[in-house]
């Protein structure tokens, strides 16, 4: 699974009908390095039924295992957004804390 | 998922007989800025996504079964799920080189 920050959203009208009304945003991976939460090189897009706003710290499953989040059992997903991150502590220091 | 841009097809005569869809290259992406990331792919297509169309690719191999209902037979892994009409980002995405400070 990996953190992420959401960046945005796609909008698609021609799509898998598994894909009917469901929220798809942009989602910018993050990784820890020396102790700091710092953009990664991969841009994923996720499906997302937490309401996670742009800018939100969010954690991802992906693959065949995205499809038993609720609700994306008939979505042809590999990404879904599981989580909306309020703290990450590495190392026992706090890497990351909502405001 | 991931974001891609139709580059081609390919055609193939012989085949696995579960390849029912089309085959499409598809260039992958950044979302926001659109500019080319990643190597370009051959993802199985039953939208009708048109050339240089940008698209969503997913790798999950399940999925791409039920598109083409070929039971667990089928041994293709890539599929095109939609036809993007927009992508916004509010939040400029930072430096993103690897780790970068």
């Given amino acids: 699974m990996i953190i992420a920050k959401v960046v945005g959203k796609v909008v698609a009208t021609v799509k898998d009908a598994g894909f ?3 929220k798809l945003v942009v989602a910018h991976a993050h990784v820890i390095k ?23 710290i969010v ?17 042809a997903t590999d990404a879904v957004v599981i989580a909306l991150i309020d703290r990450i502590d590495s190392d026992g220091r706090p890497v990351f804390s909502k405001a | 998922m991931f974001m891609a841009r139709v580059k081609g097809n390919v055609t193939a005569p012989a085949k696995h007989p ?15 800025d659109r500019k080319e990331t990643g190597i370009a792919q051959v993802a199985v297509d039953t939208l009708g ?22 039971a667990d037979d ?24 690897a780790g970068a400070k």
């Avoid at chain 1, 020396?34 to 939100?56: K, R, S, T, Y």
């Avoid at chain 1, 499953?61 to 008939?74: C, E, F, L, V, W």
């Avoid at chain 2, 089928?74 to 080189?97: E, K, N, Q, W, Y």
């Fill in chain 1, 20 to 22: 009917e009304g469901k």
């Fill in chain 2, 49 to 70: 996504a048109g050339m240089n169309s940008v698209v969503m690719a997913t790798s999950d191999g399940r999925v791409v079964q039920e598109m083409l209902k070929a």
């Fill in chain 1, 59 to 75: 954690l991802i499953t992906q693959g065949s295992s995205a499809r038993i989040a609720p609700g994306m059992k008939a979505c």
């Fill in chain 1, 34 to 56: 020396d102790g700091q939460l710092v953009p990664g090189q991969n841009m994923i897009i996720a499906n997302d039924e937490l309401g996670a706003g742009e800018g939100d």
């Fill in chain 2, 74 to 97: 089928c041994p293709a892994r890539l599929a095109v799920v939609a036809i993007v009409d927009a992508a916004d980002a509010s939040v400029a995405p930072a430096t993103r080189a």
């Fill in chain 2, 18 to 32: 579960t390849l029912r869809g089309r085959l499409l290259i598809i260039q992958p992406i950044d979302p926001i």
